[in-house]
Structure formats: structure tokens, C-alpha cells
């Protein structure tokens, strides 16, 4: 028996575990109230999911539903934000009680993680398409964006590259081999706490969803500055090591989406600080802000160049 709308929300969504003290109203009115504490500025992020465009179809649902938090935890770790609440807007070819109940439970067990409160949403019949909407706060005026960026900054990034597009390759190709690289496709770790400890440290930052190239990209643009990378720093995982040769490794490291690392850029005089942010995950420093605009790629002494057709080298 598919389940009404109601039996959806009462059922499925209004089963978490998370009850935060600053939601005056959640689940089952017209609209969520919130308590914004004295002091905060909000954050707030939007992402949608549409099957075989943002995920494979044959995702599992608990994946998805994982997924689908992880990639807005992302942004809000990107701003320094901590996160709250979110809001989900679902819309479902059929109300599959197995399904839900399985995506859920993947949605639910990150937002435990994270002390993140489902306050509302809405329920509706298409193709499926996820939508889920997440609040932070920041402290106020301490909020970390892409523009901020100054000549001489060291350029950083979290944990190890390309793994997710390597992944998804291995995906396609039905291949049972990299169940870790699918793994990070699936289950992306949003760098939540290296975000708050960035606040007080990074002069910019942007979480890394479309490739470093294309990211990194956004904040030299927003700052106003270029910047050198040295290729032999990229962080490239044993995984995707021993699954794609070193040159293609490299090139899913710099054109490969859906990591969900951080990209940071750091002054020189702070750099120390950033060592002790390596408790907290992986962290390589990968080059340096110019003056110069344009983002120049060093392998030894050679430079490669960025055109509108891609990564020339590796195309
Ligand atoms: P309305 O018709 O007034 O928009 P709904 O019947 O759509 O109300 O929703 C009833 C309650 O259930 C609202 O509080 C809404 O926020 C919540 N809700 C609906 N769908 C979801 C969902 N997918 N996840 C979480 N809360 C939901
Ligand atoms: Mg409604």
C-alpha cells in the first residue's frame, strides 16, 4: 500500500531524532520558527538532486539521501557556517514506503551527526528530485567567502581529489573493483569542522563541486588575483592511484566534480596554523596567489596553460 501525503510526513519525516532546542516550531505547522541566536548571521544553501543528472538512478536510496545532505553541508563548510536545520522538498514517482524509509535513514544519520534538525518540507508526485535546503549560523561578520583572496596566500586543499570522478567512472563501467572511490561518490565528507576552524585563518574559500580547476577558478575571479599551482602537490588517493594512470589521476584531481573538499587560501604568516588544522583532516598546500591573473599549472619546470577547450596537456 502506497502511503497518502500525511503518513509520508508523520511516517518518514517526522521520525528523527534530532530535536534542537532553538526550533520553537518544526514539522506539522505552515511554516518552521526558528530561534536565530543573539550574535549570529544566517547561512543558508540550496541544492537539488535529479537522478542520472546529479547521481546514477541505481544510487541506493539510504546513499541518496546521505548524499543529498553531504553536498549542502559542503557549502555551509565552505562559509564557516555551523549547521541547523534544513528543509527538504521531495518529489516522488510513486510513495514507496521501502524507499523512503531508506533514504531517510541515510538523510537521518548525517543529520545526527551534525545536530542538523529536519523542520519542514513539502511532498510532491514526478520524477525524482530532491531538494534540500540548510540553515547555519555564523558568528557575526566572520563569515569566509571567495573573494578575500591576497597576492602571496598559500593555496590548500582537504583530503585527496578526483576520487568521487574516478568513482563515477568505475560507475559506468560496472566495475567492482574501487568500492572506496564509489564510496566517496556516493557519501562525500563534508569538511564542517575544518570550515569553522577556518574562520579565524583563511582569507577565502569555496568548496571544490565542479573540479579544483573551475573552483579554485571562482575565487581567483571573485579576489581578483591569479595563482600557481604545483601539479606534483596534487593530493591523489592510493585508490585512485592504483586504478587510473598517474596523468589521468591528475586530470580527474584538476576536471573531476563532486569531491566536496575545501579549496583555502591562507596568509603566508599563518601557515603554521594551518598544520594544526591537519588533526582534523588531510590538508596539502598546492600553490600559491599571484598578481598575475590566470591560473598557471607547473609540472617541474614546465607550465601548462588553461583554454576554453580544457586542460590542454591532458586533453
Ligand atoms: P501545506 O499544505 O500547508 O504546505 P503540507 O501538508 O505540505 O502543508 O505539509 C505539512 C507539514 O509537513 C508542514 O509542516 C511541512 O513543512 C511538513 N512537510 C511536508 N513535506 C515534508 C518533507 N518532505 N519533509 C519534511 N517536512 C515536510
Ligand atoms: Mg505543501
Same mark, same amino acid.
Given at each position: 500500500m502506497p502511503l497518502s501525503e500525511f503518513e509520508i510526513i508523520h511516517?518518514?519525516?517526522?521520525?528523527?531524532?534530532v530535536e534542537r532546542?532553538?526550533?520553537?516550531?518544526?514539522?506539522?505547522?505552515d511554516a518552521a520558527v526558528i530561534d536565530v541566536p543573539a550574535g549570529f548571521e544566517l547561512a543558508v544553501s540550496t541544492d537539488t538532486l535529479i537522478a542520472n543528472v546529479h547521481?546514477?538512478?541505481?544510487?541506493?536510496p539510504k546513499d541518496i539521501g546521505y548524499r543529498a545532505l553531504a553536498v549542502n553541508l559542503s557549502d555551509l563548510a565552505a562559509m564557516g557556517a555551523e549547521p541547523a536545520w534544513m528543509t527538504l522538498a521531495l518529489t516522488l514517482p510513486e510513495a514507496n514506503n521501502v524507499w523512503l524509509k531508506a533514504f531517510s535513514s541515510g538523510l537521518f544519520r548525517l543529520a545526527e551527526q551534525y545536530d542538523v534538525q529536519l523542520i519542514g518540507g513539502d511532498t510532491t508526485r514526478g520524477a525524482l528530485s530532491i531538494t534540500l535546503q540548510l540553515h547555519g549560523f555564523l558568528p557575526k561578520g566572520r563569515r569566509l567567502t571567495r573573494s578575500g583572496a591576497q597576492v602571496g596566500d598559500g593555496i590548500y586543499v582537504t583530503g585527496t581529489l578526483g576520487d568521487a570522478a574516478a568513482g563515477l567512472k568505475c560507475w559506468m563501467r560496472n566495475e567492482q573493483s574501487s568500492v572506496w572511490l564509489k564510496q566517496r561518490l556516493a557519501r562525500p565528507t563534508p569538511r564542517v569542522e575544518t570550515g569553522i576552524a577556518l574562520r #579565524?585563518?583563511?582569507?577565502s574559500a569555496i568548496d571544490i563541486s565542479d573540479g579544483l580547476l573551475a573552483d579554485l577558478g571562482h575565487i581567483l575571479d571573485a579576489s581578483h588575483v591569479g595563482a600557481r599551482l604545483?601539479?606534483?602537490?596534487l593530493p591523489l588517493s592510493l585508490a585512485i592511484c592504483e586504478t587510473v594512470e598517474l596523468e589521468q589521476a591528475r586530470e580527474l584531481a584538476l576536471t573531476?566534480?563532486?569531491?566536496y573538499e575545501l579549496c583555502f587560501t591562507v596568509p603566508e604568516d599563518k601557515e #603554521?596554523?594551518?598544520?594544526?588544522l591537519g588533526d582534523l583532516c588531510q590538508i596539502t598546500m598546492i600553490g600559491r596567489v599571484e598578481a598575475e591573473p590566470g591560473l598557471r599549472c607547473m609540472l617541474g619546470a614546465v607550465e601548462y596553460t588553461l583554454s576554453d577547450q580544457g586542460y590542454q596537456h591532458f586533453s
Open positions: 511516517q518518514i519525516f517526522q521520525q528523527q531524532k532546542s532553538d526550533v520553537v516550531i518544526g514539522i506539522g505547522d547521481f546514477p538512478e541505481d544510487m541506493k #579565524d585563518l583563511a582569507t604545483n601539479l606534483a602537490n573531476g566534480g563532486d569531491d #603554521d596554523e594551518v598544520i594544526r
